[in-house]
């Protein structure tokens, strides 16, 4: 089956950076994005950025642009969140996502990591 694994959470302080990273392994036949989510206690979860795989097009929330860059190693099948000047405000469990199919003939679904914690302290 397909595994997405996220690593680089942590804590920081106000202002810090972190380096999240998500690698998806197992039965790909293509990818078609990745994005990562963000789920605050008692908040809904909510897009943070995403990235298409052929091409490059990203798209960011509004709350994190110029703040966050997301890249991605398509040999790899890896998606990359730099986060910059973080903010309390950017606490949350992040979660990789990956849109992909697993063969040819299958239909394209999303495949989610079981997420890394950020926290940042004021």
């Known amino acids: 089956q397909v595994q997405l694994v996220e690593s680089g959470g942590g804590l920081v302080q106000t202002g810090g950076s972190l380096r999240l990273s998500c690698a998806a392994s197992g039965s790909i036949f293509s990818i078609n994005h990745m994005g990562w989510y963000r789920q605050a206690p008692g908040k809904e979860r909510e897009l943070v950025a995403s990235i298409i795989t052929s091409g490059g097009t990203t798209n960011y929330a509004d709350s994190v642009k110029g703040r966050f860059t997301i890249s991605r190693d398509n040999a790899k099948n890896t998606v990359y969140l730099q986060m910059n000047s973080l903010k309390p405000e950017d606490t949350a469990v992040y979660y990789c996502?990956?849109?992909?199919?697993?063969?040819?003939?299958?239909?394209?679904?999303?495949?989610w990591g079981q997420g890394t914690q950020v926290t940042v302290s004021s």
């Open positions: 996502n990956a849109n992909l199919r697993i063969a040819y003939i299958s239909p394209s679904y999303n495949y």
